[in-house]
């Protein structure tokens, strides 16, 4: 593949409380504030709670998810007095760290998350972008031990982007499980800080001109979502995520293989192709009548990318 040049990057933000019951990411951002991390070598960096008000509660949110607020059209939506708290919040978040799709947006938004399912350290991106895979090739070569993952939400365009690192030029969520939410976990909060770090390295050998080669990496494109079985009168669960299926996000799940409990004892197996879950039984999905998310496995080759001299 041929060389890519990309410009330096510049402005970069790391924000947490996006959720404010997942507590790694506040945690990470809080101590950089208070250690006053505003320049990291080449990289003016901003620390930022995006959401204080949840934070404050230790709640997801307070009228609405956040995360879920930044596609065009809610930015553009007028705020009113009835507007949710967290649609106001990604009004002032856009003109904070975007505005999105514009040429003063930060270079790189990196948004940290947590999920009580077994999903060890998941990059998530949108789209594939030349840069994001070359960052996570780094991190995994730098922590050989830690489970990293990519997962391409595959969104059909960039303004139905509803993630709050949509509003950067390139955004990606760290995500980092198994957490309960409302709780830190050390080794949890360890692997978040060691990969935000690793990341900010990266940025930097980048920005100093570093050569990075082209690799190829393993990607988990979102295809399809699967809601718990529910009594079709009352929507209230008859089923629980079956004990096989637990934990045993990104391994492969088979025509036939269990998938839920019923409450009466019976068994309900997966029917459909094979395709990699995740996200299962996250706490936070229940009201989205989520019970997993299933993706398709594919080998991403990219190509060697170094900066665009000035
Ligand atoms: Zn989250």
Redesign the pocket.
């Known amino acids: 593949m041929d060389h890519v040049f990309f410009p330096a990057f510049s402005r970069v933000a790391i924000s947490g409380g ?2 404010g019951n ?1 507590l790694s990411g506040v945690h990470i951002v809080r101590e950089m504030q208070k250690h006053n991390v505003n320049q990291m070598g080449s990289l003016s960096v901003c620390p930022i709670l995006s959401n204080p008000r949840s934070i404050e509660v230790c709640r997801r949110y307070i009228d609405t998810d956040l ?1 879920r607020c930044f596609t065009d059209a809610l930015l553009s939506t007028p705020l009113t007095d009835s507007s949710s708290c967290e649609l106001r919040r990604a009004h002032e978040l856009n003109a904070l760290l975007g505005p999105k799709g514009s040429d003063r947006a930060m270079d790189l938004v990196c948004d940290l ?2 999920t009580t399912s077994n999903m060890g350290l998941c990059f998530i991106i949108d789209f594939l972008d030349w840069i994001l895979l070359h960052m996570v090739k780094y991190v995994q070569i730098k922590m050989p031990t830690a489970p990293i993952r990519v997962i391409n939400t595959n969104v059909a365009s960039k303004s139905l982007s509803y993630s709050v690192d949509s509003v950067a030029k390139h955004g990606f969520a760290i995500e980092v499980g198994p957490q309960p939410h409302g709780v830190l976990r050390a080794d949890i909060y360890n692997m978040m800080k060691e990969a935000v770090d690793h990341t900010l390295d990266w940025l930097n050998k980048f920005n100093a001109g570093t050569t990075f080669e082209g690799d190829k990496v393993e990607v988990f494109v979102w295809e399809k979502s699967v809601d718990y079985p529910r009594d079709p009168e009352t929507s209230q669960l008859t089923a629980v995520i079956h004990p096989k299926l637990q934990d045993n996000d990104f391994k492969l799940l088979q025509h036939g293989n269990p998938i839920f409990k019923t409450f009466t004892g019976e068994t309900v197996n997966y029917e459909g192709e094979d395709l990699y879950p995740f996200f299962i039984n996250e706490c ?1 999905y229940y009201e989205k009548r989520i019970a997993f998310h299933l993706a398709k496995k594919e080998t991403i080759a990219f190509p060697p990318i170094s900066v665009k001299k000035e």
């Open positions: 996006t959720h997942e995360n998350h947590n936070a």
